[in-house]
């Protein structure tokens, strides 16, 4: 049984950065996409950004494309998420997800990001 | 690709059948996943590649649909299924989500 265990939230003023970080067990990491999803407070689920097995490839939704940037380091069975230029729309729980052949099967807890002065 | 489920919530009770549908804004293919997302807890996969019941989801979940349109059904509610459901779909990048479906008593 794999795990996916989030780090990295908290609480940082606007216009500042945060790096988030999650770490894969149990399973073969570098053969899986791998994704960010958010969850802001009483708010539905929001695809944030996803990267091939390799790393050579990534995607990001609109509200994110410029601001942060997903990276993975097969070695440490690891997945990050930068995120830059911080809003309070940014405010969320922030999930890392394995995605296998048509559904995210794996999440973690979440990690809290909260923007506030 | 936007993803528009319906109803946005619904109150039933124990024993009832409940459908959910999520709408797709172009064509994709028997792609979809149902998430079931308790609150204060991780989502949880019910239903991928529109119809296909993931190793130990109860079989009262079913899901159909191809193309455009989609539905999850729950044929006896059971008091654990309350909970938001989300539709996702795998045919394009991003990967979406649909709003979700609060399913209440």
């Known amino acids: 049984e794999g795990h996916l265990v989030e780090s990295g939230g908290g609480l940082v003023q606007p216009g500042g950065s945060l790096r988030l970080s999650c770490e894969g067990s149990?399973?073969?990491?570098?053969?899986?996409?791998m994704n960010w999803v958010r969850q802001a407070p009483g708010k539905g689920l929001e695809w944030v950004a996803n990267i091939k097995q390799s790393g050579s490839d990534t995607d990001y939704s609109d509200s994110v494309e410029g601001r942060f940037t997903i990276s993975r380091d097969n070695a440490k069975n690891s997945l990050y998420l930068q995120m830059n230029s911080l809003t309070a729309e940014d405010t969320a729980v922030y999930y890392c997800?394995?995605?296998?052949?048509?559904?995210?099967?794996?999440w973690g807890r979440g990690t809290l990001v909260t923007v506030s002065s | 690709i936007q993803l528009t489920q319906s109803p946005s919530s619904l109150s039933a009770s124990v024993g009832d059948r409940v459908t959910i549908t999520c709408r797709a804004s172009?064509?994709?293919?028997?792609?979809l996943a149902w998430y079931q997302q308790k609150p204060g807890e991780v989502p949880k996969v019910v239903i991928y590649d529109a119809s296909i019941l993931p190793t130990g989801v109860p079989s009262r979940f079913s899901g159909s649909g191809s193309g455009t349109d989609f539905t999850l059904t729950i044929s006896s509610l059971q008091p654990e299924d309350f909970a938001t459901y989300y539709c996702q779909q795998f045919n394009r990048f991003p990967r979406t989500f649909g709003q979700g479906t609060k399913v209440e008593i």
């Open positions: 149990g399973f073969t990491f570098d053969i899986y996409w």
């Open positions: 172009q064509g994709i293919s028997n792609y």
């Open positions: 997800a394995r995605e296998n052949w048509g559904r995210f099967d794996y």
